[in-house]
Protein backbone atom coordinates (compact mmCIF):
# COMPACT_ATOMS: atom_id res chain seq x y z
CA UNK A 1 0.00 0.00 0.00
CA UNK A 2 1.60 3.43 -0.81
CA UNK A 3 1.63 6.24 1.55
CA UNK A 4 -1.33 8.28 -0.46
CA UNK A 5 -3.40 5.32 0.30
CA UNK A 6 -2.04 4.95 3.60
CA UNK A 7 -3.02 8.61 4.46
CA UNK A 8 -6.36 8.37 2.56
CA UNK A 9 -6.87 5.47 4.76
CA UNK A 10 -6.26 7.19 7.92
CA UNK A 11 -8.06 10.20 6.86
CA UNK A 12 -11.24 7.93 6.36
CA UNK A 13 -10.54 6.11 9.65
CA UNK A 14 -10.78 9.61 11.25
CA UNK A 15 -13.62 10.94 9.16
CA UNK A 16 -15.72 7.45 10.94
CA UNK A 17 -14.39 7.81 14.49
CA UNK A 18 -15.53 11.75 14.32
CA UNK A 19 -18.84 10.25 13.48
CA UNK A 20 -18.92 7.82 16.02
CA UNK A 21 -18.70 9.86 18.71
CA UNK A 22 -21.55 12.53 17.39
CA UNK A 23 -23.66 9.47 17.46
CA UNK A 24 -22.61 8.40 20.68
CA UNK A 25 -23.32 12.29 21.69
CA UNK A 26 -26.39 12.60 20.03
CA UNK A 27 -27.91 8.68 21.40
CA UNK A 28 -26.72 10.40 25.13
CA UNK A 29 -29.25 13.10 25.20
CA UNK A 30 -32.02 11.39 23.62
CA UNK A 31 -31.27 8.90 26.41
CA UNK A 32 -31.31 11.54 28.79
CA UNK A 33 -34.87 13.07 27.19
CA UNK A 34 -36.31 9.54 27.70
CA UNK A 35 -35.11 9.40 30.95
CA UNK A 36 -37.26 12.48 31.98
CA UNK A 37 -39.96 11.23 30.34
CA UNK A 38 -40.42 7.79 31.99
CA UNK A 39 -40.32 9.38 35.09
CA UNK A 40 -43.10 11.36 33.95
CA UNK A 41 -45.41 8.53 32.69
CA UNK A 42 -44.35 6.47 35.85
CA UNK A 43 -45.77 8.62 38.17
CA UNK A 44 -48.57 9.15 35.95
CA UNK A 45 -49.27 5.51 36.13
CA UNK A 46 -49.05 5.05 40.07
CA UNK A 47 -51.43 8.37 40.29
CA UNK A 48 -48.81 10.67 41.66
CA UNK A 49 -47.44 13.21 38.62
CA UNK A 50 -43.83 14.06 38.77
CA UNK A 51 -44.70 17.52 40.05
CA UNK A 52 -47.88 19.17 41.39
CA UNK A 53 -48.63 22.53 41.24
CA UNK A 54 -51.26 23.44 43.74
CA UNK A 55 -49.91 27.51 44.47
CA UNK A 56 -50.82 28.75 40.96
CA UNK A 57 -47.61 29.28 39.90
CA UNK A 58 -46.43 31.79 43.02
CA UNK A 59 -43.20 30.34 44.22
CA UNK A 60 -43.09 28.50 47.47
CA UNK A 61 -42.22 29.41 50.85
CA UNK A 62 -38.37 29.30 50.80
CA UNK A 63 -37.94 28.61 54.25
CA UNK A 64 -39.79 25.26 54.27
CA UNK A 65 -38.32 24.63 50.42
CA UNK A 66 -34.74 24.41 52.17
CA UNK A 67 -34.12 24.47 55.88
CA UNK A 68 -30.84 25.21 57.50
CA UNK A 69 -30.68 21.47 58.11
CA UNK A 70 -31.46 19.96 54.44
CA UNK A 71 -29.10 17.83 53.19
CA UNK A 72 -27.02 19.64 50.27
CA UNK A 73 -25.04 17.55 48.10
CA UNK A 74 -22.96 20.12 46.78
CA UNK A 75 -23.15 24.22 47.65
CA UNK A 76 -22.49 26.79 45.50
CA UNK A 77 -20.68 29.63 47.85
CA UNK A 78 -23.03 32.03 45.98
CA UNK A 79 -26.19 30.66 46.99
CA UNK A 80 -27.84 32.22 43.82
CA UNK A 81 -29.57 29.20 42.58
CA UNK A 82 -30.47 26.05 44.36
CA UNK A 83 -32.49 22.85 43.32
CA UNK A 84 -34.41 20.80 45.79
CA UNK A 85 -35.78 17.33 45.56
CA UNK A 86 -38.08 15.36 47.26
CA UNK A 87 -37.29 11.99 46.63
CA UNK A 88 -38.09 8.32 47.60
CA UNK A 89 -35.26 5.81 47.67
CA UNK A 90 -37.73 3.31 46.85
CA UNK A 91 -39.49 5.21 43.91
CA UNK A 92 -38.61 3.49 40.41
CA UNK A 93 -38.49 7.33 38.58
CA UNK A 94 -36.72 8.81 41.54
CA UNK A 95 -34.30 6.05 40.78
CA UNK A 96 -34.58 6.63 36.76
CA UNK A 97 -33.70 10.72 37.62
CA UNK A 98 -30.58 10.00 39.89
CA UNK A 99 -27.91 9.29 36.85
CA UNK A 100 -29.63 12.67 35.39
CA UNK A 101 -29.32 14.76 39.00
CA UNK A 102 -25.74 13.16 39.46
CA UNK A 103 -24.99 14.81 35.29
CA UNK A 104 -26.09 17.72 36.45
CA UNK A 105 -24.31 17.92 39.55
CA UNK A 106 -20.97 17.55 38.01
CA UNK A 107 -21.98 20.23 34.90
CA UNK A 108 -23.12 22.95 37.60
CA UNK A 109 -20.29 22.01 39.99
CA UNK A 110 -19.56 25.72 42.32
CA UNK A 111 -22.37 27.59 39.97
CA UNK A 112 -25.68 25.49 41.54
CA UNK A 113 -26.49 24.13 44.99
CA UNK A 114 -28.30 21.14 45.10
CA UNK A 115 -30.43 19.87 48.19
CA UNK A 116 -32.10 16.13 49.28
CA UNK A 117 -34.98 15.82 51.11
CA UNK A 118 -37.14 13.18 52.20
CA UNK A 119 -40.72 12.28 51.09
CA UNK A 120 -40.97 8.43 51.70
CA UNK A 121 -44.08 6.66 50.03
CA UNK A 122 -46.16 5.33 52.51
CA UNK A 123 -47.33 2.10 49.89
CA UNK A 124 -43.38 2.08 49.62
CA UNK A 125 -42.26 -1.03 52.39
CA UNK A 126 -38.98 -0.03 52.68
CA UNK A 127 -38.70 3.31 51.84
CA UNK A 128 -38.55 4.95 55.30
CA UNK A 129 -36.55 2.54 56.55
CA UNK A 130 -34.15 3.37 54.08
CA UNK A 131 -34.18 6.75 54.54
CA UNK A 132 -33.02 6.12 57.94
CA UNK A 133 -30.23 4.28 57.45
CA UNK A 134 -29.44 7.70 55.12
CA UNK A 135 -30.11 10.09 57.97
CA UNK A 136 -27.78 7.46 60.24
CA UNK A 137 -25.02 7.80 57.98
CA UNK A 138 -25.57 11.45 57.68
CA UNK A 139 -24.74 11.81 60.97
CA UNK A 140 -21.48 10.07 60.24
CA UNK A 141 -20.88 12.69 57.29
CA UNK A 142 -21.80 10.33 54.65
CA UNK A 143 -25.36 11.37 53.65
CA UNK A 144 -23.84 11.13 49.94
CA UNK A 145 -22.39 7.94 50.24
CA UNK A 146 -25.21 6.45 51.25
CA UNK A 147 -27.51 8.00 49.22
CA UNK A 148 -25.98 7.15 46.60
CA UNK A 149 -25.82 3.40 47.37
CA UNK A 150 -29.67 3.17 47.74
CA UNK A 151 -30.17 4.29 44.67
CA UNK A 152 -27.33 2.03 42.74
CA UNK A 153 -28.95 -0.99 44.90
CA UNK A 154 -32.67 -0.64 44.47
CA UNK A 155 -33.50 -3.64 42.28
CA UNK A 156 -32.27 -5.69 45.31
CA UNK A 157 -34.45 -4.37 48.01
CA UNK A 158 -36.97 -2.66 46.63
CA UNK A 159 -40.30 -3.38 45.47
CA UNK A 160 -40.85 -5.72 48.48
CA UNK A 161 -42.38 -6.63 51.51
CA UNK A 162 -39.78 -8.01 53.71
CA UNK A 163 -37.19 -5.62 55.94
CA UNK A 164 -34.15 -4.55 54.82
CA UNK A 165 -33.05 -3.58 57.79
CA UNK A 166 -30.05 -5.95 57.60
CA UNK A 167 -29.32 -5.12 54.02
CA UNK A 168 -28.71 -1.48 54.85
CA UNK A 169 -26.83 -2.00 58.11
CA UNK A 170 -24.27 -4.28 55.68
CA UNK A 171 -23.95 -1.45 53.56
CA UNK A 172 -22.97 1.12 56.52
CA UNK A 173 -20.65 -1.68 57.31
CA UNK A 174 -19.38 -1.79 53.92
CA UNK A 175 -18.30 1.90 54.39
CA UNK A 176 -16.64 1.62 57.53
CA UNK A 177 -19.04 3.58 59.41
CA UNK A 178 -19.33 3.33 63.40
CA UNK A 179 -21.69 0.27 63.63
CA UNK A 180 -22.33 1.21 67.42
CA UNK A 181 -23.30 4.72 66.50
CA UNK A 182 -25.29 3.70 63.04
CA UNK A 183 -27.49 1.39 65.02
CA UNK A 184 -28.51 3.98 67.62
CA UNK A 185 -29.26 6.24 65.01
CA UNK A 186 -31.05 4.26 62.58
CA UNK A 187 -33.36 2.88 65.58
CA UNK A 188 -33.67 6.68 66.77
CA UNK A 189 -36.81 8.59 67.59
CA UNK A 190 -34.66 11.78 66.80
CA UNK A 191 -33.71 10.11 63.10
CA UNK A 192 -37.64 9.64 62.57
CA UNK A 193 -38.17 12.83 63.55
CA UNK A 194 -35.57 14.54 60.96
CA UNK A 195 -37.81 12.14 58.22
CA UNK A 196 -40.84 13.46 58.90
CA UNK A 197 -39.96 17.11 59.52
CA UNK A 198 -39.01 16.76 55.46
CA UNK A 199 -42.36 14.99 54.64
CA UNK A 200 -44.47 17.69 56.75
CA UNK A 201 -42.10 20.44 54.72
CA UNK A 202 -43.40 18.48 51.37
CA UNK A 203 -47.09 18.04 52.29
CA UNK A 204 -47.49 21.56 52.96
CA UNK A 205 -45.66 22.72 49.56
CA UNK A 206 -48.20 20.65 47.84
CA UNK A 207 -45.81 17.70 47.02
CA UNK A 208 -47.97 14.37 46.35
CA UNK A 209 -45.41 12.59 44.17
CA UNK A 210 -42.04 11.85 43.67
CA UNK A 211 -39.82 12.99 42.72
CA UNK A 212 -40.89 16.93 42.80
CA UNK A 213 -38.16 19.33 42.20
CA UNK A 214 -37.99 22.82 43.52
CA UNK A 215 -35.25 25.28 41.69
CA UNK A 216 -35.24 28.72 44.07
CA UNK A 217 -38.42 27.85 45.73
CA UNK A 218 -40.60 27.85 42.62
CA UNK A 219 -41.54 24.31 41.46
CA UNK A 220 -40.57 22.63 38.38
CA UNK A 221 -42.53 20.76 35.71
CA UNK A 222 -39.57 19.19 33.38
CA UNK A 223 -40.30 17.44 30.52
CA UNK A 224 -36.89 16.50 29.59
CA UNK A 225 -33.20 17.27 31.10
CA UNK A 226 -33.19 20.29 28.86
CA UNK A 227 -36.01 21.60 30.60
CA UNK A 228 -34.07 21.68 34.03
CA UNK A 229 -30.97 22.89 32.29
CA UNK A 230 -32.87 25.32 30.74
CA UNK A 231 -34.14 26.71 34.11
CA UNK A 232 -30.98 26.70 35.97
CA UNK A 233 -29.64 28.58 32.92
CA UNK A 234 -32.05 31.16 33.25
CA UNK A 235 -31.58 31.41 37.05
CA UNK A 236 -27.81 31.39 36.44
CA UNK A 237 -28.31 34.47 34.09
CA UNK A 238 -30.41 36.72 36.73
Not at 16 to 24: G, K, L, N, P, T
Not at 115 to 120: E, K, L, M, Q, W
Request: net charge neutral; with cysteine; charged share 25%.
Amino acid sequence: MSDQQDRAQARRAKVEAMREEDDRLRARKRNLAFVLSAIAVFAVVVAAVLVVSRTGGEPAGQAQVVRPDSHRLQTAQDGKVTLVEFLDFECEACAAAFPVIEQLRKQYQGKVTFVARYFPIASHFNAERAARAVEAAAGQGRFDQMYQRMYQTQKQWGEQQVPADRLFREFAQSMGLDMAAWDKAYAADETLARIKKDVADGQALGVEGTPTFFLNGQKLQPKSTDDIKAAIDAALAK
